[in-house]
C-alpha cells in the first residue's frame, strides 16, 4: 500500500474492512518519524473523512488517527524536557500540539451517535492519557478530566454517557498519583 495521505484517504473512504486494516497497520508499522511526517496532511483528512454518514467510516478514522499518533514525546521519557531530545527539527510544542488536536478530535467523536465510533475515542483517550502520565504531563491529564466533566454535564443520553463515564475512569486512573487506587493500609505500608 502506498504510504500517503491520498492512498490512506482512498483505504478509509473505502468501506472495505480489510483495506482500512491494512492502511491502520501500515501507518502503526512507521517509525515515529515517519509518522510525524505524515501526521499533519493526513489528520487533516481525518477530520474531512469523519464528516461521513457513515459509522464504519467514522469508526476507521478515528482508529486512523489513533494509529497515526506520532508519540515522539516518548522521547523525552527519562531525559530533560528540551527540544534536544526530540528527532530532527521537532519541538515540544508542536508534539504538544499533535496530542492537543488528537484529544479535541476523540472528544466530538465521544459523543457520536454510533456507539462503534464512540468505543474508538475512548480508546484512543486512554492512549492519549498513557503518553501524558509518561511524560509527566499533568496538565494535560487535567484538562482531559476537565473536558469529559464539561461533556457528562451536556449529554443526557445513557449511551453516550456510557462511553463518556468510561473515557473518565480511563483518565482519571493515569491521572492519579502512584499508589492513590491502593487500599488505605496497603497505601500506608507502600509509603
Known sequence: MDQTPDAFAAALSSGDTDRVNRAIDSVDDMELEERAALFDDCFERCRDLYASDNGYQRKSVVRFAAALYPGLAFRTVGADRTDAVLPDDWTLDEIATHRHRL?????????DDDGRVRRAAAKGLKELAVAAELIGAED????MLAELETLAENHNDESVQKHINQARENVAFHAQKPGSLLPEGFRDAFE
Not at 103 to 111: C, H, M
Not at 140 to 143: A, D, F, P, W
Request: charged share 30%; proline share 0%.
Open 140 to 143: 494535560e491529564l487535567q484538562t
Open 103 to 111: 484529544r479535541e478530535f476523540y472528544l466530538d467523536a465521544l459523543v
